[in-house]
């Protein structure tokens, strides 16, 4: 079963849908990682206006959820689209005032290569399980002078695993690939894809690294 099938099932649906959890990541050793369901379903915190803030041109939210970010940027008048694999996301995103499709970052995009700024937000460089691939692909979707910015774990790890998605009750979803990074691992990762810090920053214990392209070598003629 795929990851996209894997967010569509019912505990995560469910608790989008209640605007609650408990909701859970689960690794095949029995670790959990709970999820901030119900900040998600609020309006952008201190930490999230900090990112807003940053923000520059056309954005893009990858793996929105339930669109606070996108919705607080369309209040603003900014061009912002979300994109997410669980239609519950998606529909809450409109409902909340914000645009967004149903598409997966690895499929094609509306405005490839001509975003500004990119977001990679609550844990979301885990998507796919490999954050240096996750960074490519954006190379490809941001315009050539665009940014991203990545929400990091905030302890030092460097982690590739098979989670399921849980409610704490006996609900479970499909196992599927993710990524945990901190601030070091991400800047090493995003060296490989093609990026390097620009900023850095932590609020309420969230550290966020804002990216942009790497230069290419002046050539000396």
């Known amino acids: 079963m795929t990851a996209a099938t894997a967010w569509r099932t019912d505990p ?8 609650r959890g408990p909701l859970f990541l689960r ?5 959990l990682l709970p999820l901030e369901v119900e900040r998600w379903c609020e309006a952008p915190d201190e930490a999230d206006r900090s990112v807003l803030e940053r923000c520059r041109g056309a954005v893009l939210d990858v793996g929105c959820g339930p669109g606070r970010l996108v919705a607080a940027l369309a209040a603003q008048g900014r061009r912002a ?6 239609p519950e ?8 005032g914000g645009t967004a499709l149903c598409r997966s970052v690895f499929a094609p995009l509306p405005g490839e290569g001509r975003w500004d700024t990119a977001l990679l937000i609550d844990g979301n460089i885990g998507i796919g399980g490999d954050p240096a691939a996750l960074l490519r692909r954006l190379r490809e979707a941001v315009s050539p002078a665009g940014a991203v910015i990545v929400e990091c774990a905030p302890v ?8 399921r ?3 704490g009750r006996g609900g479970s979803g499909a196992p599927f690939p993710w990524a945990r990074v901190g601030t070091r691992a991400l800047a090493a990762h995003a060296g490989r894809a093609g990026w390097v810090v620009s900023a850095r920053w932590t609020v309420a214990g969230r550290p966020f690294l ?6 290419f070598p002046a050539v000396h003629r």
Request: glycine share 6%; proline share 5%.
């Open 12 to 19: 995560y649906t469910d608790a989008l849908r209640a605007g």
């Open 27 to 31: 690794r095949d050793d029995g670790w």
């Open 81 to 86: 689209l979300g994109i997410d694999i669980s």
């Open 89 to 96: 996301a998606v529909d809450r995103t409109t409902r909340v």
């Open 156 to 163: 030092d790890v460097d982690e590739r695993c098979e989670v």
């Open 165 to 167: 998605v849980e409610d």
């Open 210 to 215: 804002d990216l942009v392209p790497r230069p």
